[in-house]
């Protein structure tokens, strides 16, 4: 099965003005795509939820290592802190990792509950960790990396088109 991973890109990828832009807009497109999985899913239509789900695990494993690979050792080197907002964002990023795991192993099980339920604890956690980035991380990227923006939206777009990016048995 080939994954979609590269949803994030194929849809999206239109020269965006920004930093903060691209990576809000991945945050809305998971989003979307989790929101029309879970409405497959609780409609009785398993196939296409499962699909969706599948591939708003992908793209949120796929941003996740856009920024722990691209953004933030770029956030680290320009203002020298590697203990601040980075490593607190990079700890989320293990729990929401693990809960995108579960996510997968609850969607092999085919148990809907399961799915729900983890959905719903997961969507808790992205939901805070997105905002945490919106308001403060990519803003603070934008204003310190005004030179590289063109050089790390490159450096993401290839990075999102090479696969898959989790430990999940996607592929
Ligand atoms: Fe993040
Ligand atoms: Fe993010």
Redesign the pocket.
Known sequence: MTTHSNFLMEETWESPESITER?VG??SRCDQVYAEGETALVGGQWEAGEKLLRTFIAGMQT??AL?EQVLFPAIEEATGMVEGPTSVMRIEHEQIRSLLEELSRALESKDDDRILAIGETLNILIQQ??LK?ENMLYPMSDAHLKDKKKELLQKMQSLATQGNHGTSPLE
């Open positions: 990576m991945d945050h941003h996740i920024e960790h997105n980035e």
